[in-house]
């Protein structure tokens, strides 16, 4: 059974396009594989606290003892075991929300999702394939603003970081651009949407 974690970053909620558009491929991805089950993780409803001291602390004490199993490891355990990964956040700040910041430095636990052997790096995600979907202000695929993009590349290396070999990218792009046609927009990265949800 191929199990799909969804991570909801948009913080917007019912007014978020990026989390209607994620609504749109989760619809596809369940009518074309009916059997496979959908956990979600709304990162607005189980708010993760920074790491700030106490909690790296206590963090690196339960490591060192070996306890991976406690549960302050329940998201990376949980993101490790995911067959399939799906990341809906908005694009902020050139990157992402820091909630989805947050979560990411949750996940990345040395032992449970990466680690370090003989050869160097090791990857210890069972997932074959994320998706990171959102919407942009503006228009990041241009060849003068691509650089500029840290969100979806930042993704894509910590998807080599945790072993996850396909990383794929769901995006409409200049939202907030008052010269682009943004029902246009969003329809079209909806009809992509539907056919990712299929191929998945
Ligand atoms: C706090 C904040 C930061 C943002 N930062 C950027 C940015 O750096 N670049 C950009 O193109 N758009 C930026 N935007 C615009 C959003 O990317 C855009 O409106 C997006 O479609 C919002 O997604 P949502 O409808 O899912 O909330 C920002 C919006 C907010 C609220």
């Known amino acids: 059974m191929t199990q799909l974690l969804f991570v909801d970053a948009c913080v917007r909620g019912t007014a978020s396009r990026t989390r209607a558009l994620a609504e749109r491929f989760l619809s596809a991805y369940a009518a074309a594989h009916p059997s496979n089950p959908i956990v979600r993780r709304d990162l607005m409803r189980d ?20 306890k991976l199993d406690d549960p302050i490891f329940d998201n ?30 949750r996940v990345s636990m040395r032992g ?17 394939k994320l ?5 942009r202000g503006g228009d990041y695929s241009l ?20 072993g996850i070999p396909k990383f794929e990218l769901l995006c409409a792009e200049g939202l907030d651009d008052e010269r682009v046609d943004v029902r246009a927009r969003m329809e079209e990265a909806f009809a992509h949407a539907d056919a990712l949800g299929k191929s998945f």
């Open 131 to 135: 998706l990171l979907i959102t919407t």
């Open 112 to 128: 449970i999702t990466f680690g370090y052997e003989a050869g160097g790096l090791v990857g210890r995600c069972r997932a074959e």
């Open 143 to 162: 060849p003068e603003t691509e650089w500029m993009e840290m969100g979806a590349r930042q993704l894509k290396a910590l998807c080599a970081m945790f």
């Open 47 to 66: 708010r993760l606290e920074p790491q700030y001291p106490e909690l790296l602390d206590r963090r690196d004490a339960l490591a060192a003892a070996g």
């Open 76 to 105: 990376a355990r949980q993101f490790a075991r995911a067959d399939r990964i799906v990341l809906a956040a908005p694009f902020w700040e050139l990157s992402f929300p820091a909630i989805l910041k947050i979560y990411l430095e």
